[in-house]
């Protein structure tokens, strides 16, 4: 079996800062083909994984990929029990397998799944942490995004809201990427309320799930998880902590596993968000595929790149359009 990877550096178009991290100005990604099919990871290295990680992980799994790969459940499972985490390596490898499944039949994965492609969502589009004016003024600029997802976790978040609010009257989502404790975040979230956001990301550790249920019960927005979940086996712990998860393919392992978290979210009552990391049209446009069966879609990785390497999915005020073709369905942009 021919596996080829391949290392790509993608450009910011803003240098981007989260509250655990200083600014980036560039993200590296490393796509994977596998007899046809292409993936991408996007590893974060909070989760432990880098693209030097990625290529060591997929070449230790090489011997697995030699077996029928129309059985993606069962590669998938083998590729499990042979290598413990890794998921954004897994996610390429599982992102090839479904392209080249898609390409096989000729049709695009959300058919292959059964799904609406008129039922995507809108997407949230990304304001990094900055001075509260130079975020005013990202959020001016993204006046073809309907919906904004703003990153928190400072001191001066109250004034950064109140900076958008006096900006965009748009719907707001608002991550705070673990900064938060418990009594902050319900400190916080209530002087949110007057500002119109929809809905609250990770707002306190990971771990600390009684924090999240207290925050959940004192609080009238939505709180969503995100560093707190990764793949489905999470799911059951966080019930009746958070109202929501977001899932994302470079967490959970690939495309069969979030539909997997999809399902048990779903038994559970639980909203489900996809998210994603500073990513090429290629991850972004698989998870977009997954889209009909979410509430929000917060997959603009795409948007934040100069130099995306694919074409795929579009947008069309916000709201996501999925190629109709075979596969992910995504085309190589001209060497830029
Ligand atoms: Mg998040």
């Known amino acids: 079996m021919k596996i080829v990877t391949k290392i790509t550096k993608l450009q910011l178009n803003h240098p981007f800062k989260i509250s655990r991290r200083e600014k980036d100005t560039y993200r590296e990604v490393i796509s994977v083909e596998i007899d046809g099919g292409i993936g991408e990871a996007a590893p974060a290295k909070f989760y432990g994984e880098t693209v030097q990680t990625v290529a060591t992980a997929i070449d230790k799994l090489a011997s697995v990929l030699d077996c ?17 985490g890794n998921y954004a390596a897994k996610s390429a490898i599982d992102m090839a397998l479904h392209d080249r499944l898609g390409k096989k039949f000729g049709v695009p994965l959300y058919k ?48 950064i809201l109140q900076t958008l609010r006096d900006t965009t009257d748009k719907p707001i989502y608002v991550d705070a990427n673990t900064a938060w404790n418990p009594r902050e975040a319900v400190n916080k979230i209530h002087q949110f309320t007057q500002y119109g956001v929809e809905l609250i990301e990770q707002p306190t550790k990971p771990d600390d ?14 709180i969503i998880a995100d560093e707190s979940v990764k793949r489905a086996c999470d799911i059951p712990a ?4 958070v109202d929501g998860i977001n899932i994302k393919l470079v967490k959970c392992g690939g495309l069969l596993e979030a539909l997997r978290m999809m399902y048990v979210a779903r038994a559970h009552g639980l909203l489900i968000m996809i998210g994603c990391m500073i990513e090429s ?21 795409n948007l934040l790149i100069s130099n995306d390497p694919y074409s795929g999915v579009k947008l069309d005020n916000g709201k996501l359009v999925l190629p109709n073709l075979p596969g992910i369905g995504v085309l190589r942009n001209r060497e830029v």
């Open 238 to 241: 966080l019930v009746g902590s």
């Open 281 to 301: 049209s290629l991850g972004i446009t698989a998870a977009a595929h997954l889209t009909p069966l979410v509430d929000y879609a917060d997959l603009d990785g």
């Open 209 to 222: 799930l009684d924090g999240l249920k207290f925050v959940r019960e004192n609080s009238e927005i939505p």
């Open 112 to 159: 292959l799944w059964g799904l609406n492609p008129k039922k995507t969502p809108r997407t949230s589009f990304t304001i990094g942490l900055d001075e509260p004016s130079v975020m005013a003024k990202k959020a001016l600029q993204a006046e073809q995004y309907p919906i904004l997802k703003v990153k928190l976790g400072t001191p001066r978040d109250i004034e």
């Open 68 to 84: 029928d790969l129309d059985q993606i459940q069962d590669v998938m499972t083998e590729i499990e029990q042979t290598l413990e």
